[in-house]
């Protein structure tokens, strides 16, 4: 005789009998119940006053034998993971209601975690028969969102559903929209924003869509993004397990195969979430190493990328197997250690210390380079700004270069220097740098420490500011916060409001007014000889360029009969400062 499942403390052996005897009906497959099974578990329910439920297979036979309390039923563990995508569990399962209810939360969680072909309850009546029935099933994605369809019949003779039919054309619906779904492998995600006592409602929306654009540079279809707005972060889950329910619930209709969360999660937090999902967990900072990965070219981009991920997943290798013992004291934990977490953190160790050392010698190498260049006295530019703000544009725009530059964040993360020539042969370094963004994780401002220290060189910064973008004012907080990390606040600079062409007329110079900063669109060249010109007063007041100050938008008149000097590029169309400005090297 098979095992009853669930709360069966209490209840008297010729219960328990009657119970086990449960297992010899059977139902027929295209009926949800037989009328005998349900007046079988009224009686039973109604006489031990607890909710009793069966899970039947799709040839009727009973599968389990559920007890439960007076309100609610825990079922048996019959593999929580998903069926499949586009399969469902191949069970349905009914079971009583004592206080006459329709399906309750856990009704329908149970079903769309499960991917349970039907759940259905019966109501049991005073005199302990059955009353009606409330059946759900589920539901193929659809414009109005709807997870799952209640119904609800008078009594068992009234059940008109097919179960098995019901069950095999979902699944044919969901195979059909996997099919249409195929998009070349890419991740399918649901966006998860948080915001709480430090974080205003505001705010983390700001916070959420910029994480949808993190998203799509790392190649992730977002398939929607939600918010929760709670006091204190959940200390398990991040969010409310009621809210984490929700969302499991969605990524399984949608098919979502990953789930970004706009945080960085805990260690402890990130394995019960996965616990809890299934599917794969990542965090904000997660994304961004990601596509830092994605995006390094150089092999010194590359190591400081690897040791930046390295940093991040050491304190996250933690893990506890019932096969492996653990170094502890009393009874039952003694033994040799988790060896193989142990030998696992120790080779990350090792590699973190290698990957260190060799970019500390780059490091050298660097700076050796910038002491040669600054012995010959050549003022240094460095652009700064935050990610996506126009900055390898600008590069390209001042020093005719072909940097790459798309409308995606952090679209190139090693440092490119130019060398631009000024009238009476005076030279200028101008050096693009890795775009910053809020919450920028530590581990890769250290990683990255060794390209950074170009920005320690640099007589003048020039401050790059998306000028369209809506929340420039927070961007340029962030930027000037790791600034002053970094040690340079005192560093001169230039605010330099980019894209102002996106801007109706005039309000690019409001917005630069206002900011006492220089309005230009890197795009359309625009601006650009007024930029050059403060570029120069500035460094000309910092006793670094010791020649005359170049006429903004008016270069020195070039005679048409004037042949170009050996090694002189002369005079370019596509060029617009071609005296006054050009490439060197």
Same mark, same amino acid.
């Given at each position: 005789?098979?095992? &009853?499942?669930?709360?069966?403390?209490?209840?008297?052996?010729?219960?328990?009998?009657?119970?086990?005897?449960?297992?010899?009906?059977?139902?027929?497959?295209?009926?949800?119940?037989?009328?005998?099974?349900?007046?079988?578990?009224?009686?039973?329910?109604?006489?031990? @006053?607890?909710?009793?439920?069966?899970?039947?297979?799709?040839?009727?036979?009973?599968?389990?034998?559920?007890?439960?309390?007076?309100?609610? %039923?825990?079922?048996?563990?019959?593999?929580?993971?998903? #069926?499949?995508?586009?399969?469902?569990?191949?069970?349905?399962?009914?079971?009583?209601?004592? @206080?006459?209810?329709? $399906?309750?939360?856990?009704?329908?969680? /149970?079903?769309?975690?499960?991917?349970?072909?039907?759940?259905?309850?019966?109501?049991? !009546?005073?005199?302990?028969?059955?009353?009606?029935?409330?059946?759900?099933?589920?539901?193929?994605? @659809?414009?109005?969102?709807?997870?799952?369809?209640?119904?609800?019949?008078?009594?068992?003779?009234?059940?008109?559903?097919?179960?098995?039919?019901?069950?095999?054309?979902?699944?044919?619906?969901?195979?059909?929209? !996997?099919?249409?779904?195929?998009?070349?492998?890419?991740?399918?995600?649901?966006?998860?924003?948080?915001?709480?006592?430090?974080?205003?409602?505001?705010?983390?929306? #700001?916070? $959420?869509? =910029?994480?949808?654009? $993190?998203?799509?540079?790392?190649?992730?279809?977002?398939?929607?993004?939600?918010?929760?707005?709670?006091?204190?972060?959940?200390?398990?889950?991040?969010?409310?397990?009621?809210?984490?329910? /929700?969302?499991?619930?969605?990524?399984?209709?949608?098919?979502?195969?990953?789930?970004v969360f706009d945080a960085e999660l805990a260690p402890s937090q990130a394995r019960h979430i996965s616990e809890a999902t299934s599917l794969k967990i990542l965090d904000r900072t997660q994304l961004i190493l990601d596509i830092f990965a994605q995006r390094a070219q150089s092999a010194d981009g590359k190591?400081?990328?690897?040791?930046?991920?390295?940093?991040?997943?050491?304190?996250?290798?933690?893990?506890?197997?019932?096969?492996?013992?653990?170094?502890?004291?009393?009874?039952?934990?003694?033994?040799?250690?988790?060896?193989? %977490?142990?030998?696992?953190?120790?080779?990350?160790?090792?590699?973190?210390?290698?990957?260190?050392?060799?970019?500390?010698?780059?490091?050298?190498?660097?700076?050796?380079?910038?002491?040669?260049?600054?012995?010959?006295?050549?003022?240094? %530019?460095?652009?700064?700004?935050?990610? @996506? #703000?126009?900055?390898?544009?600008?590069?390209?725009?001042?020093?005719?270069?072909? &940097?790459?530059?798309?409308?995606?964040?952090?679209?190139?993360?090693?440092?490119?220097?130019?060398?631009?020539?000024?009238?009476?042969?005076?030279?200028?370094?101008?050096?693009?740098?890795?775009?910053?963004?809020?919450?920028?994780?530590?581990?890769?401002?250290?990683?990255?420490?060794?390209?950074?220290?170009?920005?320690?060189?640099?007589?003048?910064?020039?401050?790059?500011?998306?000028?369209?973008?809506?929340?420039?004012? =927070?961007?340029?907080?962030?930027?000037?916060?790791?600034? !002053?990390?970094?040690?340079?606040?005192?560093?001169?600079?230039?605010?330099?409001?980019?894209?102002?062409?996106?801007?109706?007329?005039? =309000?690019?110079?409001?917005?630069?007014?206002?900011?006492? #900063?220089?309005a230009i669109s890197a795009a359309t060249r625009a601006g650009i000889p007024e930029l050059l010109h403060v570029c120069d007063r500035r460094l000309f007041a910092e006793g670094r360029v010791a020649f005359a100050e170049v006429e903004a938008g008016a270069p020195p008149p070039v005679p048409a009969a004037a042949t170009p000097a050996p090694g002189d590029a002369g005079p370019s169309p596509s060029r617009?400062?071609?005296?006054?400005?050009?490439?060197?090297?």
């Amino acid at each position: 005789m098979q095992d &009853v499942f669930g709360n069966t403390l209490g209840l008297k052996p010729s219960q328990l009998h009657a119970l086990r005897r449960t297992y010899r009906r059977r139902v027929d497959a295209r009926s949800v119940v037989s009328t005998e099974l349900a007046r079988h578990l009224c009686e039973v329910s109604h006489e031990t @006053n607890r909710q009793i439920g069966v899970l039947l297979d799709r040839k009727g036979d009973v599968h389990a034998v559920i007890v439960g309390d007076a309100r609610r %039923l825990e079922l048996p563990d019959v593999g929580r993971a998903r #069926a499949g995508e586009s399969r469902l569990r191949g069970l349905r399962l009914v079971h009583t209601h004592l @206080n006459g209810e329709p $399906l309750t939360r856990d009704d329908h969680t /149970d079903l769309a975690l499960l991917r349970l072909d039907l759940v259905a309850a019966l109501e049991v !009546r005073e005199d302990g028969l059955p009353g009606k029935v409330h059946w759900a099933h589920l539901l193929p994605e @659809n414009p109005q969102g709807a997870m799952w369809k209640d119904e609800e019949a008078g009594g068992v003779h009234e059940l008109g559903w097919d179960p098995l039919a019901g069950a095999l054309a979902l699944e044919e619906e969901f195979a059909r929209a !996997r099919a249409l779904r195929r998009t070349g492998g890419a991740e399918r995600a649901i966006l998860v924003g948080f915001g709480g006592r430090d974080r205003g409602r505001a705010q983390a929306e #700001a916070s $959420l869509d =910029e994480l949808r654009e $993190l998203a799509r540079t790392a190649g992730v279809e977002v398939l929607e993004a939600t918010l929760q707005m709670r006091r204190d972060p959940d200390p398990r889950y991040l969010i409310g397990k009621g809210k984490l329910e /929700d969302i499991v619930l969605r990524s399984m209709q949608r098919m979502a195969t990953l789930i970004v969360f706009d945080a960085e999660l805990a260690p402890s937090q990130a394995r019960h979430i996965s616990e809890a999902t299934s599917l794969k967990i990542l965090d904000r900072t997660q994304l961004i190493l990601d596509i830092f990965a994605q995006r390094a070219q150089s092999a010194d981009g590359k190591l400081q990328v690897e040791l930046a991920q390295l940093k991040y997943l050491y304190p996250r290798l933690v893990g506890r197997d019932d096969s492996l013992s653990r170094l502890a004291g009393g009874i039952g934990g003694r033994g040799p250690g988790e060896t193989k %977490l142990e030998i696992d953190r120790r080779r990350v160790r090792d590699r973190i210390t290698a990957l260190e050392r060799r970019i500390d010698a780059l490091g050298a190498d660097r700076h050796l380079r910038r002491k040669q260049r600054n012995a010959r006295g050549l003022p240094v %530019l460095s652009i700064v700004g935050y990610t @996506n #703000a126009g900055k390898s544009t600008l590069l390209n725009a001042l020093t005719d270069s072909r &940097v790459l530059a798309e409308d995606k964040l952090f679209a190139t993360l090693d440092p490119t220097s130019r060398r631009l020539r000024f009238p009476r042969d005076r030279e200028v370094i101008i050096t693009d740098t890795v775009g910053f963004i809020r919450d920028l994780p530590p581990d890769l401002v250290t990683a990255f420490r060794a390209t950074l220290e170009e920005l320690g060189d640099a007589d003048l910064l020039l401050h790059v500011v998306d000028a369209p973008d809506p929340r420039h004012e =927070e961007q340029i907080e962030a930027v000037e916060a790791i600034l !002053r990390d970094l040690g340079l606040a005192s560093k001169p600079r230039v605010l330099v409001m980019n894209k102002i062409d996106k801007l109706p007329a005039n =309000e690019g110079a409001a917005i630069a007014h206002r900011r006492d #900063a220089v309005a230009i669109s890197a795009a359309t060249r625009a601006g650009i000889p007024e930029l050059l010109h403060v570029c120069d007063r500035r460094l000309f007041a910092e006793g670094r360029v010791a020649f005359a100050e170049v006429e903004a938008g008016a270069p020195p008149p070039v005679p048409a009969a004037a042949t170009p000097a050996p090694g002189d590029a002369g005079p370019s169309p596509s060029r617009l400062l071609p005296a006054a400005l050009r490439r060197v090297s």
